[in-house]
Every structure is written in structure tokens, then in C-alpha cells.
């Protein structure tokens, strides 16, 4: 299922305080994870492999983003999740994961060192990702995909140097805290919901976190 909400409608909300790591990301293009999928019309298994998103994948991120969320979200909200051009603009500051079969893209999951809040150190903040937009195209949702992308991500920054994970959870969504406390994130306060985006229920997020020294 699609797993986390990431305030997309607002980009200057995600893109706030952002740390610019792109040369050292760049040393990390293939990452080792591997995951055996059956196919749907044979008894094959495919392997599915994660990788760094380039520019030229932007438009095909978009695709899986909106596709992932749409059924999962249209309870609260209307329309796309992202478009090209804001799919562009993370790219400017984070890194998407991919996982891909066969050169078709199944799901992604967007990584970005940043500054947090003033409730931590400096070195804390500065040590710091924040995980969103975590997405598996509908037709390999309960596939383990999700579960895999997380700890790519969460190895990914490690590998970085990063210390702590922080994610926001929309709580109409009550799936979803359930799944990130399992994988050891904790409740760390709320904050609002974009006050420009137009919903159908009121909502706010649930702000967690997860130091990266310990694993779920």
C-alpha cells in the first residue's frame, strides 16, 4: 500500500532548510537489495533491484507517486500527489529510490539531509534525513516492496553519516503510524497540515522519528 504522506501540495514546506549532499550521495549510484517477487501470470521470480533516480526518471516517479496515493488518499483529498516539475525540484535537493524488475519502476521512496527544529542540537539537526513519499504502484502493494525501500533508505543514510530519520504521518491515515512504530519511530509532536491544500476532512500530521543507530 502507498505508506506515508509528504506535504508535495506545499513545496516550500519540503524543501525548507534543506542540506545540499548531492557529491556525496552521487558515491552511492546502485545500493544491494535484492528482492525475489513472483510473477503474476507465471511461477517465476523476479528480482527487484533499488537504485539512485536520475532526472530523466522524474516522469515516471510522478507516475507511481499519483497512482500509489489516489485510491489510499481520495477519502480527504482531490487530485495529484506531484507533478513533473515538483518531482524535479526534490530531485534538487534529496534523492529518490528506486526499486525496479526488469527496467519497469514499482515503487520509490524520497531521502533528504536537512536541518530539523530547534528542539535539537545543532550537530543533531545537522545530522538528520527526512524520509517521504515512500509509493508502490498499486499492482505490487503487500509485496514486502515498502518494507524494502524503507531499509534501503534508512541503510542509505546511514552509509551517509545521518543519524536520525524524521517522517510525517497524516493522521486520518491510522494505518500508517502502526507500520512506522514497528520499524521503531516514535512520535515526536504534530504540525499542520498546508493550509492551502483544499480537503474533504480536517487533518494534521504526526510528526516521528528514528535515530539510525538502532534497527527495527
Not at 43 to 67: G, H, L, Y
Not at 189 to 207: M, N, Y
Request: glycine share 6%; charged share 25%; hydrophobic share 40%.
Amino acid at each position: 500500500s502507498s505508506l506515508h504522506y509528504n506535504p508535495n501540495f506545499c513545496a516550500k514546506l519540503s524543501m525548507c532548510g534543506a542540506l545540499h549532499h548531492s557529491s556525496t550521495f552521487s558515491r552511492f549510484p546502485f545500493l544491494p537489495y535484492n528482492l525475489a517477487m513472483n510473477s503474476v501470470d507465471s511461477r517465476e521470480s523476479k528480482s527487484v533491484r533499488v537504485r539512485i533516480a536520475q532526472r530523466e526518471d522524474a516522469e515516471e516517479i510522478t507516475t507511481v507517486i499519483n497512482s500509489a496515493f489516489r485510491d489510499a488518499e481520495k477519502f480527504f483529498v482531490e487530485g495529484d500527489r506531484v507533478d513533473v516539475a515538483e518531482v524535479l525540484n526534490f530531485l534538487n535537493s534529496g534523492k529518490f529510490l528506486l526499486a525496479e524488475s526488469e527496467h519497469t519502476l514499482l515503487g520509490c521512496v524520497y531521502v533528504e539531509p536537512r536541518h530539523v527544529d530547534s528542539n535539537r542540537s545543532s550537530a543533531e539537526s545537522q545530522d538528520c534525513a527526512y524520509l517521504g513519499l515512500l509509493a508502490v504502484g498499486p499492482a505490487h502493494q503487500q509485496s514486502g516492496l515498502g518494507s524494502m525501500l524503507m531499509d534501503a533508505a534508512e541503510d542509505y543514510c546511514r552509509a551517509l553519516g545521518l543519524r536520525f530519520m524524521d517522517i510525517k504521518v497524516v493522521n486520518l491515515r491510522e494505518e500508517l503510524a502502526g507500520f512506522y512504530r514497528k520499524r521503531g519511530y516514535v512520535e515526536t509532536g504534530t504540525s499542520a497540515f498546508p493550509a492551502e491544500v483544499e480537503t474533504k476532512l480536517r487533518c494534521h500530521f504526526i510528526d516521528m522519528s528514528k535515530p539510525l543507530d538502532q534497527k527495527y
